[in-house]
Structure formats: structure tokens, C-alpha cells
């Protein structure tokens, strides 16, 4: 059983940088994908980055190409979302996912998730 927690959110202004946090809980990340999900006011969920843990593979909505980088510490087990140049319509429910499988993890299949963590841009 792997647990998601999520952390670094909160009210940042259009274009500042931050960066949010997955940590894993019950096992390490190896052998998962891990990714980033997002679900503004209104819309559905939808995909944002992903990361193959084993590899470094990484993978990017191309609506967040060039702002969004996805990064891991291996040491700290942990899963990272730079965000840059903070837009309003980047206010969301940011949520972490993982799976074995990155099919799953794309498409927001995977496995386990977290509970999510709240970006506000302000104009």
C-alpha cells in the first residue's frame, strides 16, 4: 500500500515560481510512476506531468511544457512540480498519483492518490 501525501500549495500571485511536493508513505517509489493531476473549479481532472521513477522518464501535458518541470530526490522519496510564471488559470486541486504501470498513470487510472493540495493564483 503506497500513501500520497501532497504539500506546498497555497496563494501564490501570477508569475511566481512554486513548487509542490509528493512524499510516499509505506514503501518507496521505485518500480512506479509517479504523476501530477490537476482539477480547476468546473472542469475535470485532468493530466499534467508524470515521471518513471526508474528511469527519469518524464512526460508533460503540452498545455504546461516550458513552466511545468517535474523532478524526484531519491533520497527523500520524494516527487516534485516547479511550476513557473504562476498563471490564474493554473488554480486548481493539485493531486499526486503512482502506478506501476505508466499507461495508467497518463490516462488517471493509477492506483493511489493523494488527497490533494490547493493552488490559488491571484492577478
Known amino acids: 500500500q503506497v500513501q500520497l501525501i501532497e504539500s506546498g500549495g497555497g496563494l501564490v500571485q501570477a508569475g511566481g515560481p512554486l513548487r509542490l511536493s509528493c512524499a510516499a508513505s509505506?514503501?518507496?517509489?521505485?518500480?512506479?510512476?509517479v504523476g501530477w493531476f490537476r482539477q480547476a473549479p468546473g472542469k475535470e481532472r485532468e493530466f499534467v506531468a508524470a515521471l518513471v521513477w526508474t528511469s527519469g522518464s518524464t512526460y508533460y501535458a503540452d498545455s504546461v511544457k516550458g513552466r511545468f518541470t517535474i523532478s524526484r530526490d531519491s533520497a527523500k522519496n520524494a516527487v516534485y512540480l516547479q511550476i513557473n510564471s504562476l498563471k490564474p488559470e493554473d488554480t486548481a486541486v493539485y493531486y499526486c498519483?503512482?502506478?506501476?504501470?505508466?499507461?495508467?498513470?497518463?490516462?488517471?487510472?493509477?492506483?493511489?492518490w493523494g488527497q490533494g493540495t490547493q493552488v490559488t493564483v491571484s492577478s
Open positions: 509505506g514503501r518507496a517509489f521505485t518500480g512506479y510512476v
Open positions: 498519483a503512482a502506478d506501476a504501470w505508466t499507461q495508467r498513470v497518463r490516462t488517471g487510472e493509477a492506483r493511489y
